[in-house]
């Protein structure tokens, strides 16, 4: 097993005012280059933007780019012609491929929200562009891990142009959880959106995340109310 870990404090931080953006990789004007990615996992963000406020209409291309409201509304626009609002309990999929335009923005008047922000590399490129949303409320189950992404059209949540999956947990309990990777070539990146959790005998509290591959499985023991985010993906592609 090869692990990599990346604490919270040591993420780029951007703060312009309305956006206060921590970067777990390389992303606009931060830049490591021991930190460019994860296998497939290009971007994860961890955004703070306040009342109102958001990102005007951009390009992107040939990239899957997955949207998690932490807290608060997301208001999303773009040039295939839909105009949503992302809640917190929703996953949103924006499929680039060939090319599109969108903006995002706080639909909040009265309060910042708070998104996760994630964008994998495509294992198809130049693709029809695609959006998808869903809640994922009904998916949940306690105290264990559950799908929330993943490449197939069939299965549970959404799904992406890529070998990747991605789980969610939410655990009371104190138990030892097990994880078994879907593809030998994969890896995951465990992120710790709250809470902590116990992994080879180092503990990850809120925000840190360990990347780990050449596995076939992962024991991870979740402290009390602690929300674990697993994000499964190609480490070559």
Not at 20 to 40: E, K, L, V
Not at 95 to 118: C, F, M, T
Not at 141 to 153: G, K, V
Not at 183 to 201: A, H, L, W
């Amino acid at each position: 097993m090869k692990t990599v870990y990346h604490a919270a404090n040591t993420r780029g931080n951007q703060n312009h005012g309305w956006l206060n953006a921590n970067h777990s990789f390389s992303f606009a004007n931060y830049y490591d280059p021991s930190r460019m990615n994860f296998g497939a996992l290009r971007v994860l963000n961890d955004d703070d933007i306040a009342a109102g406020m958001g990102f005007g209409t951009h390009p992107h291309n040939n990239m899957e780019i997955i949207t998690l409201p932490l807290k608060g509304d997301l208001e999303h626009k773009d040039s295939m012609g839909y105009s949503e609002v992302i809640k917190e309990g929703d996953i949103q999929v924006l499929s680039a491929g060939s090319g599109i335009e969108h903006s995002e923005y706080n639909k909040n008047r009265d309060k910042p929200i708070n998104l996760l922000q994630l964008w994998i590399f495509p294992n198809k490129q130049n693709v029809t562009p695609r959006y998808e949303q869903l809640s994922i409320r009904e998916l949940k189950n306690d105290n264990e891990f559950y799908q929330i992404l993943s490449p197939n059209s069939d299965d549970a949540g959404v799904w992406i142009h890529q070998n990747a999956w991605m789980h969610l947990g939410e655990f009371n309990d104190n138990k030892e959880k097990t994880y078994t990777l879907k593809d030998s070539n994969n890896g995951v990146y465990v992120f710790v959106i709250e809470g902590e959790t116990v992994i080879n005998d180092k503990t990850l509290t809120k925000r840190d995340a360990l990347g780990v591959w050449d596995t076939q499985t992962l024991t991870l023991k979740p402290g009390m109310n602690s929300k674990i985010f697993l994000i499964e993906v190609p480490m070559t592609f």
